[in-house]
């Protein structure tokens, strides 16, 4: 963990979830919340939890960012002008960033380095999905097979 | 041990307050009975007033109160009573005396008015009121009949209802004298805290006795300052002498008793009253307070002397010249001579309500004109009251021998000029009675002599009107007797003493000195207004001066643009913030918890039109805020939801 | 005489239901009920025992014990005073005009609210009571008012609504850290300073002063007043000022200061100032007001900072001795009684001033003397009562006030006493105009006041006259409540 | 010098601020979806930073908490993308400002 590359990460991740926030067009915000999700992947690897950030890119890299770009052309007849951002929405984001940040600077004791430790595997990784955590695995697995019929369901054709 | 009057002292006041309850419940038609009930009840008063004169003079500086218990709040009680005392006695013969002889002749001044029965109601009520000054033994007692004194004097100054300025003159009456009433207030308050009693003379434990004082010890000058402020404005008292003059829209009987023999004395009489308070502590007789009250008396007499001389009203010069007389009595306090001060008072109250009676007399024989430049000539006309009010000039004049202004004032001069701070209020207070002869003998020519000007029907005042005047100045000059310094009897009973007959102390070298200045007072009115032409003739020679004085050196106009001014301001300003900034904020905080509400566009709209609509927006943009929290709009739960992490991020942070 | 209070509290509602049954003679049955109230009251006079400080003619059920809550009534001298006040103000308030069934019993119902404010000795049974008044007053706005009505109403049942909640949160707060919402035991806890700890306390308090400033109210909470006063109808106004007013000062006297004794004291010459500024800004700007209830209702809003006023000094200051206290204490209760009967005299008045123009703007009249000298001179008592004039009824409270805070707190007493002069600039203005001067084009028709309404007026102007004279009548209902309370605030 | 944990945290709050922001105050609904998707970001990248941070050795529960969470979003982000083109078969609209009503 080097500072440069934080920084650099950080930047880049912020920047890409700014631009997916604000930009006009749909479609840019598309590319750009996958630069800020790919930057969120980089911080995973950095912080050592490398299976996640693969798991990060996969699925939201690959699959999420891959659907919203499939919903944004099968929708694409939409053509209402975005009329900027709502400085409302603005005040309340800005004053729970400032909330937050607040209760960050405060509390002291989260100023501290990162301790050495053993690298995580996915050996290790795996044991515990299938020992401690296999009841949520399970869970899990039954909400993605009812969310993938779900969605079928929602987008077929509507029977005249 | 105390005689049957002590206790049944309350009889002086009650019966004409009784009189005059009596009298608002009958109706218009019943008008005789009215004046004659209005009339008994003083008689009777003035029978009692005498009883416990006389009681009085039992033994020197006889005192003897009765106090009772008023009302216990929580395990305390409050007690208020009535004092006989010289002081008490005295003025009370004065003001039922003077006051019969006003109640007698305002039955022929009054004769035409349909409001008679009220005006005999009111007139009935400030008697009792006024006696219920004198004889209070507890400063709240007092202040209660203070402030009835000053209701009384609002009702009659505004008798003449349907005259807008009457009305005027009394809304202002009552509110200057309130300014000075909340510094009686106050020092009331102060000295009940300080002494824990408000009686003043209660066996020992009063306020105005020695453990009273003891205990207030340094707080005394104060409190004495801030009752002297209820005294400036009763008395008429530079700053708070305006509404004096413009009282006099009045009917002239109330004018007389109330404006210039009575109530305009209650400020002195309080003084006087509560002498010991501001006197404690005294060095060589002069302390802080009483050093304000000789300031404030020069500037007074002096200042209402010089604006008398350039007067035409003949009412206000003789308003102006009770301001200064005031003024002069204050001084003598001030210096110490509380006797003399409360001497020329008695003798103050004859003279001046002779003096208003006549003025009355005059402005019924020439129906209703106050103009002293259309009078002129009356000494003919109006023999009675041409005497009459001569003898009353001369007593305010101050030539002494046989008028008892003169020897007041003579002892008031005597009294002033031992005063040890300076002798300034003495060359002034000389001063003064110059200009006292001046302007009394600027308005005598300009009434009564000279030729008869421009086409007035004149004619004498019946005999129930002059009857009072003969009174009065018989009273005004037998008064004499018992002032002259041949045997100060007077003096001797007001300072609890017993008199000697000393003829050898009759001569003294300020009588002469004080004769000298009113022959030349008199002399030099005679001089310059003995050619009245088209203007006044100090008008003629100094035209800035004269125009100075003859707008009351512009205190009404410099309190009009100042004072008042700022009042207004200060209201619309509270009315301003009231409905706007108030209720702005109230909107400011309902709007914080919009901040979310502005989240959507349908609310940016509500909030536009609420805001647009200036007088629903406050309450009904909450209203539609709560609607709007409900639209079903996904964001707006969002919003909410947001905002009320924040709220708890804030409350846990304030709790932890 | 067991169920007296209970009796009390009962009878308007079986009368509001009987007025809803009834098709004519509204008003004529709910006087009939008002009579009923009248003699519970007196019996309540007769049984109170005023050399006990406690609480008496107690009635206690249990009633939801999940939660603590209990039907707990009991008056003390303070109650007794209050009870007596509304048994008073309603009557006549209900004579002030001619209504239909529904308002008169909206009327009672608030009636019924009132007396269970001011016996309930438990806080959820009184913030029931407290709530109940809410709505009627709410509904006789929204319905029976005058122009702007529905902005008025709703913004008088905002700001009291939300001052009730703040005030429901922090009895709840309380109750679940300590478990009772008994008044006495809740004092006694404050009392050895274990009620609440650390922030949360201020929190709790800071509920419960905003509730009842508002209620009061108390600048600057004040703003709903001017608009609510201005546009109920007459009998409204008087019983809101008269008695609903009063349930503020009620709760400061028996939740804010025995609970929260340290933070008043903490917070005292800040609210001594929002004190003095009622006292002094709300005459202010009545002077600029030209509707004449508008006028009266600021002048309420000052009325009310006097009783602040005392009530602020007597708990603020760190050195009060128990005479002063006293004095402050009976002053703030006497002024709550005299303000009662005066204000709503002088609604009553405009009120009848209103009725007969269809206006009630100062400049719409002038030279009423002259037609109507009885109107007149009644009205002068009513507004000479107001300003504070020795022999009326509120000097004797006002002299009191003063006289306890003066010691106590000193400079703001002395700043406050301002407030006597402007009210006696917005009173002798309303004289000047009102009743002198030539006679207003159009007055020509105005009546004198007319038998029925003399029955209305003579009772309440004798009343103010008895107050001022001999006030130890009204003083012996509370004086041993007075000692009490001073005794355990110091 | 090493980043720190605080650091962390500001960038992760950094994030979900601004998925606020778009979910606040967009209007497309996709948009919404977006700014939910940031703010999921955010609270993985904290769970991680948590994890990493706190004390050692310890069972990787930070780490398959994010796991799941993944999961759970690629499974909610397919739900709510299906409803949107679900809607704006029925509506011809994806601008939430006009769905506001709960029968179709």
């Known amino acids: 963990m080097n500072t440069p590359a934080f920084i650099l990460i950080a930047v880049i991740t912020l920047a890409g979830a700014l631009a997916a926030a604000t930009l006009r067009k749909l479609i840019h915000a598309a590319l750009s919340l996958v630069i800020a999700f790919v930057g969120v992947a980089a911080s995973f690897f950095m912080l050592g939890a490398e299976f996640v950030g693969l798991v990060q890119v996969f699925v939201y890299v690959g699959a999420v960012a891959v659907l919203i770009v499939f919903t944004i052309l099968l929708t694409r007849r939409e053509v209402t002008g975005e009329p900027g951002i709502n400085w409302g929405g603005a005040i309340v984001a800005l004053a729970v960033f400032s909330g937050l940040l607040w209760a960050i600077l405060k509390t002291s004791s989260l100023a501290i380095p990162a301790p050495q430790i053993e690298p995580l595997t996915v050996k290790q990784v795996g044991e515990a999905l299938m020992t401690n955590y296999v009841w949520p695995l399970q869970c899990v697995g039954l909400v993605l097979t009812a969310a993938l019929i779900g969605a079928l369901l929602l987008v077929m054709e509507e029977k005249r | ?656 | 005489m067991a169920f007296l209070i209970t009796t009390l509290i009962a009878v308007p509602i079986v009368g509001a239901l009987m007025v809803g049954a009834t098709r004519n003679y509204a008003r004529g049955v709910a006087l009939g009920f008002n009579l009923v109230t009248a003699v519970c009251t007196f019996l309540l006079w007769q049984s109170f025992d005023s050399t006990s400080p406690g609480l008496q003619l107690v009635e206690r059920h249990s009633w939801i014990p999940a939660i603590g809550a209990e039907y707990l009534v009991g008056i003390d001298g303070l109650s007794l005073l209050l009870v007596i006040l509304t048994s008073l103000v309603f009557p006549f308030a209900l004579l002030a005009q001619r209504m239909d069934r529904g308002f008169c019993a909206l009327m009672l119902i608030m009636q019924a609210a009132l007396y269970g404010t001011f016996t309930a000795q438990n806080f959820v049974l009184w913030f029931l009571f407290y709530e109940m008044s809410l709505i009627p007053a709410f509904l006789l706005i929204k319905i029976w008012g005058g122009k702007k009505r529905d902005r008025a109403a709703t913004k008088f049942f905002l700001y009291t609504f939300l001052g009730s909640v703040a005030m429901l949160l922090s009895f709840l707060g309380i109750y679940f850290t300590k478990g009772t919402f008994d008044f006495a035991g809740l004092a006694d806890l404050a009392k050895t300073g274990d009620l609440l700890t650390g922030n949360f306390k201020w929190l709790a308090f800071a509920g419960i002063f905003l509730g009842l400033a508002v209620k009061v109210p108390l600048f600057p909470f004040h703003t709903w007043l001017p608009d609510a006063y201005e546009t109920a109808p007459t009998g409204v106004s008087m019983v809101l000022t008269g008695a609903l007013s009063k349930m503020g000062v009620y709760g400061f006297v028996r939740l804010l200061l025995p609970l929260f004794p340290s933070e008043v004291r903490t917070l005292g010459p800040w609210l001594l100032t929002l004190a003095v500024c009622s006292i002094v800004i709300a005459p202010l700007a009545a002077w600029a007001q030209s509707d004449l209830k508008r006028m009266v209702a600021y002048l309420s809003i000052n009325h009310l900072g006097y009783c602040m006023l005392g009530l602020f000094a007597v708990t603020a200051a760190t050195v009060r001795p128990s005479v002063e206290m006293q004095a402050a204490l009976s002053g703030v209760f006497m002024q709550i009684f005299n303000h009662g009967i005066t204000a709503a005299a002088l609604f009553y008045f405009v009120g009848l001033l209103e009725q007969r123009r269809g206006l009630r703007g100062i400049d719409d009249f002038g030279g009423l003397m002259q037609r109507a000298p009885l109107f007149c001179g009644w009205m002068s008592v009513a507004m000479f009562s107001s300003l504070g004039l020795p022999g009326l009824n509120g000097f004797i409270g006002e002299f009191l006030i003063f006289k306890g805070s003066f010691a106590i707190a000193g400079s703001f007493t002395a700043f406050a006493v301002i407030g006597l002069l402007f009210t006696a600039i917005v009173f002798m203005r309303v004289m000047q105009t009102l009743f002198s001067g030539p006679l207003v084009r159009g007055g020509v028709t105005f009546t004198d006041l007319r038998p029925s309404e003399k029955w209305v007026v003579i009772p309440i102007a004798l009343l103010m006259f008895a107050i001022g004279i001999a006030p130890q009548f009204l003083f012996n209902i509370f004086n041993s409540t007075v000692v009490e309370m001073a005794r355990l605030l110091v | 010098m090493t980043p720190t944990l605080q650091l962390f945290l500001i960038v992760s709050t950094a994030l979900f601020s601004i998925g606020l922001l778009a979910a606040l105050s967009r209007r497309h609904a996709i948009f919404i979806l977006i700014g939910i998707e940031l703010m999921l970001a955010a609270a993985n990248l904290n769970f991680i930073a948590f994890w990493r941070f706190g004390p050692q050795p310890q069972p990787p529960t930070g780490v398959l908490v994010a796991i799941f969470s993944i999961a759970i979003a690629a499974a909610e982000a397919a739900v709510g993308l299906a409803l949107v083109i679900a809607i704006y078969r029925h509506y011809r609209t994806t601008n939430v400002d006009q769905l506001d009503q709960l029968k179709g």
């Open chain 2, 1 to 656: 041990m105390n005689p049957w009057i002590v206790s049944n002292l309350w009889l002086v006041p009650a019966v004409p307050l009784a009189a005059s309850l009596v009298i608002l419940s009958l109706t218009n038609s019943r008008r005789n009975s009215a004046a004659v009930l209005a009339t008994f009840g003083q008689i009777i008063a003035l029978a009692v007033a005498i009883v416990a004169f006389l009681s009085t003079l039992q033994t020197p500086g006889f005192r003897a109160v009765h106090n009772f218990t008023w009302f216990t709040f929580g395990d305390q009680t409050l007690r208020i009573g009535w004092v006989l005392d010289p002081l008490a006695a005295a003025m009370m013969i004065m003001i039922t005396l003077v006051g019969l002889c006003i109640f007698v002749f305002s039955v022929g001044y009054m004769a035409g008015d349909k409001n008679i029965t009220r005006f005999f109601a009111y007139l009935s009520f400030f008697s009792g009121a006024m006696l219920g000054v004198v004889i209070a033994n507890s400063l709240l007692l007092l202040f209660v009949s203070w402030e009835l004194v000053g209701l009384a004097s609002y009702l009659l100054i505004g008798f003449w209802i349907e005259r807008p300025s009457a009305a005027a003159a009394a809304k202002k009456a009552f509110i200057t004298t309130r300014i000075g009433d909340l510094g009686f207030f106050l020092g009331m308050l102060w000295l009940y805290h300080n002494s824990g009693s408000l009686l003043f003379y209660d066996q020992g434990r009063g306020c105005l006795e020695d453990a009273g004082l003891l205990a207030i010890g340094g707080s005394a000058t104060f409190i004495a300052l801030l009752i002297f402020c209820g005294a400036m404005g009763k008395s008429g008292q530079f700053p708070l002498h305006v509404w004096l003059p413009d009282a006099m829209e009045g009917p002239t009987p109330v004018s007389a008793l109330i404006h210039a023999a009575t109530m305009v004395a209650a400020g002195v009489f309080l003084v006087a009253r509560v002498y010991p308070l501001f006197s404690l502590g005294a060095v060589n007789g002069v302390t802080p307070s009483l050093t304000v009250v000789v300031l404030v008396g020069v500037v007074t007499a002096l200042m209402a002397s010089l604006i008398a001389l350039a007067q035409f009203d003949i009412k206000r010069i003789l308003a102006y010249s009770t301001v200064s007389q005031l003024g002069l009595m204050m001084v003598s306090l001030g210096v110490g001579g509380v006797a003399a001060g409360i001497m020329h008072l008695i003798a103050h109250g004859f003279f001046k309500a002779l003096l208003f009676l006549g003025a009355g007399s005059v402005i019924h024989g020439l129906h209703q004109e106050q103009d002293v430049r259309k009078m002129g000539g009356l000494r003919w006309i109006m023999p009675v009251t041409f005497l009459t009010y001569a003898i009353a000039m001369l007593n305010l004049s101050g030539v002494p021998f046989f008028f008892s202004g003169g020897w007041t004032k003579e002892e008031i001069l005597h009294n002033t000029a031992q005063w040890p701070v300076s002798p300034l209020p003495d060359y002034l207070m000389l001063a003064g009675v110059i200009l006292t002869a001046l302007y009394m003998t600027r308005q005598m020519i300009y009434v009564f002599f000279g030729s008869k000007r421009p086409a007035v029907e004149a004619h004498e005042s019946p005999r129930i009107m002059t009857m009072p005047l003969i009174v009065l100045a018989s009273c005004s000059i037998l008064f004499t007797l018992v002032l002259t310094p041949a045997w100060p009897w007077l003096h001797a009973y007001l300072n609890g003493e017993s008199a000697r007959v000393d003829f050898g102390s009759l001569i003294q070298p300020i009588l002469f000195l004080s004769f000298a200045l009113v022959a030349a007072g008199i002399g030099l009115g005679w001089f310059i207004y003995r050619n009245l032409g088209e203007r006044d003739p100090l008008a003629r020679a100094q035209p800035g001066l004269f125009r100075f004085l003859e707008n009351k050196m512009w205190f009404d106009e410099i309190y009009e643009e100042t004072v008042i001014v700022f009042c207004r301001i200060l209201s619309r300003l509270a009315d301003w913030l009231d409905r706007y900034f108030w209720d702005g904020l109230v909107r400011l905080f309902a709007g914080l918890g919009q901040a979310f509400g502005v989240l959507s566009k349908g609310l940016d709209d509500h909030g536009i039109n609420a805001g647009v609509d200036e007088t629903t927006s406050g309450t009904r943009g909450i209203g539609r805020l709560i609607a709007a929290a409900h639209s079903g709009q996904i964001q707006t739960y969002l919003g909410a939801l947001a905002v009320g992490m924040l709220l708890l991020l804030v409350l846990y942070a304030w709790l932890s």
